[in-house]
């Protein structure tokens, strides 16, 4: 109970200050029995009538029981049924041909789930999020990519599949349908075109992006302007409360073990800051969560892409009629050279943004433009 109670907290922080929780932290109950699931959406449909209709959440990951691997492992077991013949991690399996029996068991939960968000109105709001980081240099793992996916397009082509692959890989063209790329040139400006043309979307993905280092000309802030220049829908951060130490006392995190591969274990060590944007209030005596400077720095960016998507709305409305909107569009190419892929990264942002003051006077450059209209 205080788990959930903190979650909902923590929802209603980030939506009040225009953020989006990642996923809906209730998972539809369900049994197998006699060959189909049986499901209880009772406590789900709750959970997402307050998410969607009382905090306005516009999109959120599907169930994360849906995500099947992560780096360089094999897919996870579902429901008791193992994704290949033989014993982990399945060294001698053709990856790219899961059991049927894991595929029938994935694909009637997946069925049961999909139709049921779309009779609720639901279905564009969720995504699917396959795979964390996945290890596209290895041949194991760019077949099992394949593999998933086809197994979830089976169900149903429209159901959207992304993963934080960070680069682009060609082979997973046709199977991923949102990418999760590093904003910052790993991904050059021709290949983002590439995956937009095909159909697909892109999102920025900022692991080891959000650092204490330099919270007032943070990345937090900037990421919307990458997202705005380069067209990407999105950008997704992790994460909000990952705390390994006492953040009053320590900045820096625990070293954590941890494993990429079956078999291969290490020590490693986040950045700081990595993984949070809030702090705990009990420590410092405050029954409410604490926000930081980066979180609203966070904010303030998604404010920012607010007034450029208004403006550039104004902008194609205003020349459709024949006017001149040439000082207006100075105005918006201005913000896009705010940043330029490849560029710096994590605690170096102060390269990109030597002075924050900038930001407040093209912000209020765009507000007055937009009220010229």
């Known amino acids: 109970q205080p788990l959930k109670q903190f979650q909902k907290e923590v929802v209603e922080l980030m939506t009040e200050n225009r953020l989006a929780p990642d996923t809906i932290n209730v998972v539809p109950k369900a049994e197998w029995k006699n060959g189909a699931f049986v499901f209880d959406w009772t406590e789900f449909d709750n959970a997402a009538e307050w998410y969607f209709n009382e905090r306005k959440v516009r999109q959120v990951y599907a169930p994360m029981l849906f995500y099947l691997f992560g780096w360089g492992h094999p897919p996870k077991n579902f429901f008791g049924e193992a994704p290949y013949a033989g014993e982990p991690p399945f060294k001698d399996a053709d990856v790219a041909q899961l059991r049927p029996e894991y595929k029938s068991r994935y694909q009637a939960y997946l069925k049961g789930f999909w139709n049921h968000v779309k009779q609720k109105g639901w279905a564009d709001k969720f995504v699917l999020y396959i795979s964390d980081e996945p290890n596209y240099?290895?041949?194991?793992?760019?077949?099992?990519?394949?593999?998933?996916?086809?197994?979830?397009?089976?169900?149903?082509?429209?159901?959207?599949?992304?993963?934080?692959?960070?680069?682009?890989?060609?082979?997973?063209?046709?199977?991923?349908?949102?990418?999760?790329?590093?904003?910052?040139?790993?991904?050059?400006?021709?290949?983002?075109?590439?995956?937009?043309?095909?159909?697909?979307?892109?999102?920025?993905?900022?692991d080891g992006m959000l650092c204490l280092d330099t919270p007032y000309n943070a990345i937090e802030r900037l990421l919307p302007y990458y997202c705005f220049k380069y067209g990407a829908d999105a950008y997704e951060f992790w994460g909000v409360a990952w705390l390994t130490y006492n953040p009053y006392h320590r900045a820096s995190h625990?070293?954590?073990?941890?494993?990429?591969?079956?078999?291969?274990?290490?020590?490693?060590?986040?950045?700081?800051?990595?993984?949070?944007?809030?702090?705990?209030?009990?420590?410092?005596?405050?029954?409410?969560?604490?926000?930081?400077?980066?979180?609203?720095?966070?904010?303030?960016?998604?404010?920012?892409?607010?007034?450029?998507?208004?403006?550039?709305?104004?902008?194609?409305?205003?020349?459709?009629?024949?006017?001149?909107?040439?000082?207006?569009?100075?105005?918006?190419?201005?913000?896009?050279?705010?940043?330029?892929?490849?560029?710096?990264?994590?605690?170096?942002?102060?390269?990109?943004?030597?002075?924050?003051?900038?930001?407040?006077?093209?912000?209020?450059?765009?507000?007055?433009?937009?009220?010229?209209?």
């Open 137 to 206: 240099w290895t041949p194991n793992i760019l077949g099992q990519m394949k593999a998933v996916c086809d197994m979830i397009h089976e169900v149903d082509p429209k159901i959207p599949v992304y993963s934080s692959t960070w680069r682009y890989v060609p082979e997973w063209l046709h199977s991923l349908n949102i990418w999760g790329i590093g904003h910052y040139g790993i991904v050059p400006v021709e290949k983002m075109t590439e995956i937009k043309q095909h159909g697909s979307k892109i999102w920025f993905t900022t």
């Open 254 to 373: 625990a070293y954590i073990y941890q494993t990429s591969t079956p078999g291969e274990y290490y020590w490693v060590r986040y950045p700081n800051g990595d993984g949070y944007l809030i702090y705990p209030g009990k420590p410092i005596g405050s029954s409410k969560i604490v926000t930081s400077v980066r979180f609203a720095q966070a904010r303030e960016g998604v404010e920012d892409y607010e007034y450029f998507y208004l403006l550039s709305q104004l902008i194609a409305k205003a020349k459709s009629s024949g006017k001149n909107v040439s000082q207006a569009e100075t105005v918006l190419e201005a913000v896009k050279e705010m940043v330029d892929c490849p560029s710096p990264t994590g605690r170096f942002s102060s390269k990109i943004l030597p002075n924050p003051n900038q930001i407040y006077q093209l912000r209020q450059q765009v507000a007055e433009t937009i009220e010229s209209f």
